[in-house]
């Protein structure tokens, strides 16, 4: 079955870090594109980082210096490090991918949900 | 970067009515990277087109896509009581990927 389980969310306390991991099974994350996209309480979708089938990555302006994406090709999972957190940066985090590039984000995990706050 | 806007923010409908949603871009999109997702109430997005018109896999025929350039639309046929959710338009371009704000498709 293809299917992604990403864990690692909580409660952080601002200016603190956090890492994130999107467990995938029936597929190679490898031969994808492996996203990571967010959603505020109450608000709509937003793109944050993406790793390509050849490990290049990409960042959205409000993360970029502050996240990082990976993968370990071992273990089959993504992962998203996250430093210097901010309360704006609450959200739930989701895992996609994208099976051929530019044509839609068909797979999901079921999110993760971080929390910044003192 | 390119913006999506989407309207309307909300619209009250009832089952068996037509849905018409609109996804307008600040500029030229590729038809080919512009997509449209369903997310119910505590659930993950579900991806419903790509390529502006091709509809994903398992995806019922009641919904559609079309448009080219800067105006897309996303039509449901006929609502069925599962459809009540937020729709979101989606698009690839300057190697990101940019969504829409929403449209929420309630029960009148």
């Known amino acids: 079955e293809v299917q992604l389980v990403e864990t690692g969310g909580g409660l952080i306390q601002p200016g603190g870090s956090l890492r994130l991991s999107c467990a995938a099974s029936?597929?190679?994350?490898?031969?994808?594109?492996m996203s990571w996209v967010r959603q505020a309480p109450g608000k709509g979708l937003a793109f944050i980082s993406v790793?390509?089938?050849?490990?290049?990555?990409q960042y959205a302006d409000s993360v970029k210096g502050r996240f990082t994406i990976s993968r370990d090709n071992s273990k089959n999972t993504v992962f998203l490090q996250m430093k210097s957190l901010r309360a704006e940066d609450t959200a739930i985090y989701y895992c996609?991918?994208?099976?051929?590039?530019?044509?839609?984000?068909?797979?999901w995990g079921q999110g993760t949900t971080v929390t910044v706050s003192s | 970067e390119i913006v999506l806007t989407q309207s309307p923010g909300t619209l009250s409908l009832s089952p068996g009515e037509r849905a018409t949603l609109s996804c307008r871009a600040s500029?030229?999109?590729?038809?080919?990277?512009l997509a449209w997702y369903q997310q119910k109430s505590g659930q993950a997005p579900r991806l419903l087109i790509y390529?502006?018109?091709s509809r994903a896999t398992g995806i019922p025929d009641r919904f559609s896509g079309s448009g080219s350039g800067t105006d897309f639309t996303l039509t449901i046929s006929r609502l069925e009581p599962e459809d009540f959710a937020v729709y979101y338009c989606?698009?690839?371009?300057?190697?990101?990927?940019?969504f829409g704000q929403g449209t929420k498709v309630e029960i009148k």
């Open positions: 996609a991918r994208e099976n051929i590039p530019g044509l839609g984000m068909d797979v």
């Open positions: 029936g597929f190679l994350v490898t031969s994808n594109y």
């Open positions: 790793i390509y089938n050849d490990g290049n990555t």
């Open positions: 500029q030229s999109v590729r038809s080919s990277y």
């Open positions: 390529g502006a018109a």
């Open positions: 989606q698009q690839y371009g300057n190697s990101r990927w940019t």
